[in-house]
């Protein structure tokens, strides 16, 4: 009798002093951009190496990660369904339209991007250029596809989602979410053809890490971003071509000189070493910057910064050099800077200031 009163009293006590459970805090709004890639890859087994990109929607990769209900009220939108090697200006375009329509809602807290790996570091630094608010915007993707064994796309969306319901993910720039890793939009690149561990920033590290959900941020994209940067793609119907041709030993003229004829408003030279391209090359690219079109010197290399007035006479050239910026990043840049300016002076501040 007196043990079960004891026990009795135990539980009463135990049901006083339990906290009662927080106000049903409201769960943050993200909204999931989907735009194909491996994330949204099917094949016919699950050990296969060859897939079909895009194949699989924004409400599948959704209904496959059940956890992200109790992390955030989720809303998909289908943008484009393609491997991010067909990603392409008019995607780029449509995609700041929906990302910067969505966060200019009160309603909505954040917003995640699925999108292939293959461009998904060009997408991401666009997007940091031309997003304009504070609110966290995370791509994310996955090496493989959601059919695999051992799909590593799951994950990365619930990490992604987590991140953008993140208050501490705010002002950061624009973010990806890879394996655990946090990477800044601008320094992030992909290093290896098919390894889940593919992605990394050689210059300045990541931003931060996160384990199911829970982050560590460490660093904030140091460079203007999102609502500061001066650029904007509002209303734009198209962005002006840029070009990118690789240097190598040997490199002769004729690939700068069709690309002035097809009509690239700007070159960069993805140069060997620190920018460098052979004597012929140079001369096609002086010829360029004398027919009215911006040339970049950026580097084939996987880090390090291409030097102004190193062993190419920049001042004396016309030509622009790329900094930090990798050959792909450097395109991008140029792209939106062609659109206030064909000035090589002033297209230089930008690639300090961005
Ligand atoms: N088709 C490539 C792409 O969409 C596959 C790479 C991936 O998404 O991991 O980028």
């Known amino acids: 009798m007196r043990t079960s009163i004891v026990i009795l009293l135990a539980i009463l006590i135990a049901v006083q002093t339990t906290p009662a459970p927080a106000q049903g805090k409201k769960l943050p709004h993200i909204v999931i951009l989907a735009t194909g890639g491996t994330i949204a890859g099917s094949a016919d087994s699950k050990t296969s190496v060859g897939y079909t990109s895009g194949a699989v929607t924004v409400d599948a990769l959704i209904a496959a990660v059940p956890t992200l209900k109790d992390i955030a009220r989720i809303t998909g939108e289908q943008v484009s369904s393609i491997g991010s090697q067909d990603m392409c200006d008019s995607v780029w375009l449509k995609l700041a339209a929906r990302a910067n329509a969505v966060l200019a809602a009160d309603t909505v807290d954040g917003v995640v991007i699925t999108h292939g790996t293959d461009t998904m570091e060009e997408t991401a630094y666009f997007l940091q250029l031309v997003v304009k608010s504070k609110k966290p915007v995370v791509l994310t993707g996955s090496m493989r596809p959601s059919t695999a064994l051992s799909a590593d796309g799951p994950l990365n969306i619930y990490n992604a989602v987590a991140i953008a319901s993140d208050p501490a993910a705010a002002g950061r720039g624009v973010l990806v979410a890879a394996n655990d890793d946090i990477h800044s939009a601008r320094d992030i690149t992909k290093m290896n053809t098919t390894d889940v561990q593919t992605f990394d920033s050689p210059e300045y590290g990541l931003v931060g890490t996160t384990l199911y959900g829970k982050q560590t941020f460490f660093r904030t994209a140091y460079r203007k971003h999102t609502v500061n940067s001066e650029f904007s793609v509002t209303d734009v119907k198209s962005l002006p071509r840029v070009d990118v041709l690789y240097a190598n030993s040997d490199m002769s003229a004729d690939l700068i000189d069709a690309a002035v004829k097809l009509g690239a408003k700007g070159i960069v030279i993805a140069g060997v070493g620190d920018g460098n ?66 000035d090589a002076a002033q297209v230089q501040k930008y690639f300090e200031e961005y």
């Not at 010829?287 to 007035?309: D, E, F, M, Q, Y």
């Not at 006479?313 to 016309?318: A, E, P």
């Not at 900094?323 to 062609?338: F, T, Y």
């Open 277 to 342: 391209m052979t004597t012929p090359a140079l001369d096609a690219l002086s010829r360029a910057v004398k027919a009215g079109v911006v040339c970049v010197r950026s580097s084939r290399l996987p880090s390090g910064r291409t030097w102004r007035n190193s062993e190419v006479n920049d001042d004396k050239m016309g030509f622009v050099a790329a900094g930090e910026l990798n050959p792909s990043k450097s395109r991008i840049l140029l792209k939106l800077a062609l659109m206030k300016t064909k």
